[in-house]
């Protein structure tokens, strides 16, 4: 497998964990696009993803996968333990939904303010920003962060008793918060720990 992505990237740090848990990351070649290059947003790149974002599973056969969570369901449905999407039906939904909320709430939140807010990837990348929209992302970021430390107060994860991709998102908001220097709040101790 090949995988485009950026060393430091909190998105691909999300598969990057996934593979370690897995234990695939010997099979896996990293192939580097330079985001502040712009280099996903060239034609060869897009032809991979349409959405012109890292990380990109590329096989064998040329198939070509975006998205950290589609990459993380197949990557678990590829080999066995540990199960980082799921086993019942419940387990499953679960972890989807919590998943999807540490994007919407936390990481995709912080990424928007990156964007918008901040140089982000510099002016050559960044062709149009809205402050305000990234402002208003960063303070949903930081109630995010709040709502998942109420969460981590009542459970010992994010999507109940065991570690998953859920986890992983959150994590990835971390590296990202800590990209942007957005600290998280310290009254928010459960997700500290
Ligand atoms: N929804 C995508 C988002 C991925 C994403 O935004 N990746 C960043 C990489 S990083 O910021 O995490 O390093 C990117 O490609 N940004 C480039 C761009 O937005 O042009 C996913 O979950 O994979």
Redesign the pocket.
Known sequence: MKIYD?PT????ARVRIALAEKNLLSGVEFVPVN?WKGE??KADFLAKNY?????VLELEDGTCL????AITVYLDALVGEPTLTGRTPLEKGVIHMMTKRA?IEMLDAI?VYF?NATPG?GPD?ERDQNREWGLRQRDRALRGMHYFDAVLRKQPFIAGDAFSMADIAVIGGFIFASAVKLPVPQECEALLA
């Open positions: 950026w990237g909190p998105y691909p985001l996903q947003r959405s012109g974002t890292l990380p975006a998205e950290c969570t994007e990424s964007h990837l990348v």
